[in-house]
Structures are given as structure tokens and as C-alpha cells.
Nanobody, 128 residues
Framework: QLRLVESGGGLVQSGGSLRLSCAVPGVTLEDYQIGWFRQAPGKEREGVLCINGSGDKTTSADSVKGRFTISKDNAKNMVYLQMNDLKTEDTAVYYC?????????????????????WGQGTQVTVSS
């Protein structure tokens, strides 16, 4: 059973930055597409940024383009979400998720229904 563990959430002021980390131990990370998702109270879970197995292609939600970046360290089995210029509307529980990629180099999908394995989530709160 694949296990994903998020960390790095917290409280930050609007305009600030946070880096979330997702540990994915015990697997060959290149075989997996990894995504960051978020869910705000009363809203559906949505894709934020997703990265393919080889780490050279990403898919981003329009709302975070230019502010958030995703990176992957296959050697350390870690995936990161760097969040800059945070806004109050970014407040949510953030999850990382994984799915096996048959072809690691293709453009990653970034909708929750495509992902099989999920972490427990980490809260990000942005105050005004």
C-alpha cells in the first residue's frame, strides 16, 4: 500500500510563502504521477499542480499559475509545493496524491478522480 505523508502547512499572512512537502517512501517515484490538491470548507476537492513521473511536465490550475510551483526529487522520494504570494482564497486542506503512470513522460492529469493514493492532508490558512 502506497503511503503519502504531507507536512509544512500552517498559518501565514496574505502575500507570504509556504513550502509543502510530500514524502512517498518505499517506491520508485519515477513510476508515479504526483499531484497536489486542496479542499476548502464547503467546496469540492480541486487539483492545484501535478507532475509526471519523469518530473519534466506539470499541469497547473489557472488560479495558482505564476505563484505556485511543484518539484520532485525522485532520489529522495519527495515532492514539494512552493506557494508564494498566498491569498486568503488559498486557505484549504492540501493533499498530495499519487497514481501509477504507464508512460512517465506524458503530461500529467490533475483531477482528483484520476488518483488512487492519498495522504491525510495538511491545513494551510492564509490570513488577511
Amino acid at each position: 500500500q502506497l503511503r503519502l505523508v504531507e507536512s509544512g502547512g500552517g498559518l501565514v499572512q496574505s502575500g507570504g510563502s509556504l513550502r509543502l512537502s510530500c514524502a512517498v517512501p518505499g517506491v520508485t517515484l519515477e513510476d508515479y504521477q504526483i499531484g497536489w490538491f486542496r479542499q476548502a470548507p464547503g467546496k469540492e476537492r480541486e487539483g492545484v499542480l501535478c507532475i509526471n513521473g519523469s518530473g519534466d511536465k506539470t499541469t497547473s490550475a489557472d488560479s495558482v499559475k505564476g505563484r505556485f510551483t511543484i518539484s520532485k526529487d525522485n532520489a529522495k522520494n519527495m515532492v514539494y509545493l512552493q506557494m508564494n504570494d498566498l491569498k486568503t482564497e488559498d486557505t484549504a486542506v492540501y493533499y498530495c496524491a499519487a497514481v501509477v503512470m504507464v508512460r512517465p513522460t506524458v503530461q500529467p492529469m490533475c483531477a482528483p478522480l484520476h488518483y488512487d493514493y492519498w495522504g491525510q492532508g495538511t491545513q494551510v490558512t492564509v490570513s488577511s
